[in-house]
């Protein structure tokens, strides 16, 4: 009876020692908003980040000078009010709003603004061994200076003029963080940012939710719920079934397979909206066959777009003519897609002198980044080219392997995708395609070169005026049309789904998560 | 018996020794590369050459696993390469929700197993032994993370009587109550395959020790069935079992990794998980550790319950 009263004792112990010290939730209210996330954030400091999930936490946290407009990548003020671009495009000089102060109470001003860009550029800077800053030079490689000019005046030296760099400065590596915190913080300010957005951080519970409070002082606009929760739930099921069930307010990337039963569901509302962001089917430019334009039009014919849209990804894609956002400043209105042809395939496989196709390799990652599905998308791709005579085996590897490998430039074709996160032609044209930008040096693992394109590109950085830009990208999109670098397949359609009780949501072309906008019913 | 746990400390030192060499090489020699993974495809040369001098990956491998183990040496298992949190922090935090659902999952496959085991030896072939003997086949041949969803399904979005995911309510949420109902369908998933297996054992066990002479001598004397089989025969049935439970426990830890995914558990296995699509070696390496340490202790607790379910078992 002793031994029997130890032991249930020592029991009651471990449970009481395993449970200790769990975080106490805050009561249920009427105005917490909970969002389920497909993967748990990285860190909150989105110059240290770089995936999708980190970036929709922390962007609530922080802001940048220029914003995106509600609905549209179209660049607006944001902690700038004004800004003036020199006439030869190598000096930006903002004019900060006043009165706006951080999170921790010090003010917002220009000497915050050297602080967030220096700190990642300048090795010398106190906070540079803070943390490691992955994109720095790819958004702020071209920075030769920041001068904080006076209290709310702050001006950009460029190395050489860049016509993108507005659209740079809305990237989430350019958010404006408070130095006394990030000092203060130390490595630890990437888990408790403190910045001048709509929420502030509250806490983070490892593996279980990040929990943002109202910042109930936001220079934009009253911010309308008082507490955000995101939690990560990987399994798509689980996320679905705690929307459907109450315990998660709004789920972002949402299964194909699960668009239907959602958009007929009396107790959700499904959003759709396609992203700035292009999935791809690259060729190896530089070899045979893919060296010959005709080679690469035919197989733009051969694939079956709408039905990999339709059937595989089941409507969350639109079918794309070309790496260029449709319907924003710089699209090419003018184009369609490649219809699917196969006959005209053939025919022009003829021309190329290969009437009874030929033998090739396709590189597939399992899954990744913007990837949507990609194996199933390939394996229609596979098919589809078979049918024209073009015998392509599959490779499938996992993501880390797939991006070294490109790097070896042994690829024949290879499916990959990019999320630009803005409509700026220049930020998804330039380092996919132009030929400064070939692999392993950039982006461009097509390693395509056309000489005019290239011209075109490079000309149009050199103009500020946005519709002489507009003019070059338009020509640049028909070149390619003509010149293909890849199979241009779709533009991701992103999904939200959410309980009723959430009004005002609106998905955002960027992939950002503005859940500063909601209010709940 | 002091003498005999000495030395199987003492061991502990050399298994763990090779358990993270194993795991290094594994990380550090299969294909894919950190700085590659998280800069993604809009990484330049420059940066991923950049990152990976950061991170120290571009030292030889002899030299990056000298320089972890010198720190491991001294209880520091390094800083996580993506969260840049020190991993011992972050596993410990982890782990403790691991550790809270692989304990129940064990009491649950011991305490059910033996049971069932016990019903089923005591009246074979009836209905009771036939259920369980389906239910076996059934439980052990199914995939832990496709009996989780089915459940998730039928409980948490048909029926409404238990969350999905998660281990406490996000808002609302917090005490005793919260966390058992929040455990229950993780903890009954994870423990299906061992409850099957155990009861298989203690069932044909039982069986043998029931046809033995002391059990004849047993019933002779006058005792009523019930001592027999729980005071007599079980006692001497649980050896084989004990044997099991203790590597049960390690499968458990291991399947564990399935349902903290399928539940989103926050337990060390998503940790885990996360840590190897990352490449993110210090964190996976800490991850494994602990559970290795874990593991071994494990097991030389179950040596040590041998001898106080036989006594005639001594260790020297």
């Known amino acids: 009876m002793k031994r029997r009263r130890f032991w249930s004792g020592a029991a009651l112990a471990l449970l009481v020692a395993l449970t200790a010290g769990a975080p106490i939730a805050p009561a249920q209210s009427a105005s917490t908003l909970v969002v389920g996330l497909v993967a748990e954030p990285v860190a909150l400091d989105p110059a240290q980040v770089t995936d999708l999930n980190s970036n929709r936490v922390g962007r609530r946290v922080v802001e940048t000078l220029v914003a995106f407009a509600d609905e549209s990548t179209q660049i607006v003020p944001g902690l700038a009010e004004s800004w003036t671009i020199a006439r030869d495009g190598l000096a930006y000089t903002f004019k900060l709003r006043k009165g706006i102060a951080f999170h921790d109470g010090t003010p917002f001003n220009a000497q915050a603004v050297k602080f967030s860009i220096e700190r990642q550029i300048n090795p010398e800077h106190p906070a540079n061994k803070l943390g490691k800053y992955p994109f720095a030079a790819y958004f702020f490689g071209n920075v030769k200076a920041v001068e904080a000019m006076d209290e709310a005046t702050v001006r950009f030296i460029l190395k050489e003029p860049r016509a993108s760099f507005l659209a740079i400065m809305t990237a989430g590596a350019a958010s ?71 315990g998660l307010d709004l789920i972002v990337g949402t299964p194909p397979d699960f668009v239907a039963q959602l958009e007929n569901h009396p107790k959700v509302t499904l959003q759709k909206q396609v992203g700035a962001h292009v999935w791809y089917l690259g060729f190896n430019n530089t070899k045979k066959p893919f060296d010959d334009k005709r080679v690469r039009q035919a197989l733009n014919y051969a694939v079956n777009k709408e039905a990999i849209v339709r059937d595989v990804l089941k409507g969350t894609g639109a079918v794309s003519k070309g790496p260029v956002l449709p319907k924003t400043w710089g699209d090419e209105g003018g184009l369609k897609p490649f219809p699917y042809d196969p006959e005209r395939a053939r025919k022009l496989l003829a021309e190329a002198g290969l009437p009874s196709g030929f033998s090739t390799t396709l590189w597939v990652p399992e899954s990744g980044s913007g990837m949507q599905s990609p194996v199933a998308m390939s394996t229609i791709i596979q098919s589809n080219l078979k049918a024209v005579g073009v015998n392509v085996t599959l490779q499938t590897m996992e993501w880390g392997t797939f991006l070294a490998k490109l790097r070896t430039k042994e690829q024949d074709m290879f499916a990959l995708s990019w999320m630009a996160g803005s409509e700026d032609p220049d930020l998804v044209m330039y380092p996919l395609l132009h030929s400064s930008q070939w692999t392993p040096v950039g982006p461009n693992r097509a390693m395509y070169k056309n000489t005019r394109f290239d011209e075109v590109l490079a000309q149009a950085r050199l103009v500020t005026d946005q519709a002489k830009r507009a003019e070059l990208y338009r020509e640049a999109q028909r070149l390619l049309h003509d010149d293909p670098p890849w199979i241009f397949i779709d533009h991701e359609v992103q999904t939200a789904a959410f309980s009723k009780r959430v009004q005002g949501f609106k998905l955002h072309p960027s992939f950002d998560l503005r859940v500063e906008t909601i209010s709940l019913k | 018996m002091g003498r005999y746990l000495l030395r199987r400390l003492l061991l502990l030192g050399p298994v763990l020794l090779g358990v993270s060499v194993v795991v290094f090489l594994v990380l550090h020699l299969s294909p894919g590369d950190p700085a590659e993974i998280m800069l993604g495809p809009q990484a330049t040369q420059e940066d991923v050459s950049r990152l990976r001098a950061a991170l120290g990956l571009d030292e030889p491998l002899p030299m990056q696993y000298v320089r972890w183990m010198g720190h491991v040496l001294q209880g520091d298992l390094g800083r996580s390469i993506r969260m840049r949190q020190p991993v011992l922090g972050e596993v410990l935090t982890r782990f403790r929700a691991t550790l809270l659902l692989t304990a129940t999952a064990l009491l649950l496959s011991t305490v059910g197993g033996v049971t069932l085991g016990v019903l089923s030896a005591s009246r074979p072939n009836s209905l009771v032994d036939r259920l369980s003997t389906v239910g076996s086949i059934f439980g052990a041949s199914m995939p832990s993370f496709w009996l989780g969803l089915v459940l998730m399904v039928c409980f948490s979005l048909w029926l409404g009587w238990l969350p999905a995911s998660g281990m406490y309510a996000a808002h609302g949420g917090g005490g005793l109550g919260d966390l058992l109902a929040h455990l229950a369908l993780p903890a009954i998933t994870l423990a299906a395959a061992s409850m099957t297996i155990i009861a298989r054992l203690t069932r044909s066990t039982l069986l043998d020790i029931l046809r033995q002479d002391f059990v004849r001598t047993a019933r002779a004397k006058g005792l009523v069935e019930r001592a027999v089989v729980l005071r007599h025969a079980l006692r001497n049935a649980l050896i084989p079992t004990v044997t099991v439970v203790g590597v049960q426990a390690g499968y458990l830890l291991g399947g564990a990794i399935f349902t903290e995914t399928v539940f989103a558990w926050p337990g060390v296995g998503t940790l885990m998980i996360q840590g190897i699509l990352a490449r993110d070696f210090p964190l996976v390496q800490g991850c494994v550790l602990v559970i290795a340490l874990v593991f071994v202790f494990f097991n030389l607790a179950v040596d040590l319950l041998y001898a106080v379910l036989d006594p005639r078992i001594r260790y020297e």
């Open chain 1, 176 to 246: 404006i963080v408070s130095p006394t915190a990030a000092m203060k913080s130390g490595q630890d300010y990437a888990v408790s940012p403190v910045g001048t957005g709509p929420f502030k951080f509250a806490a983070w519970d490892r593996g279980q939710r990040v929990v943002l409070e109202k910042n109930s002082s936001y220079w934009r606009y009253p911010v309308k719920v008082d507490r955000v929760i995101y939690r990560p739930v990987t399994e798509d099921q689980a996320r679905l079934t705690e929307l459907l069930t109450g």
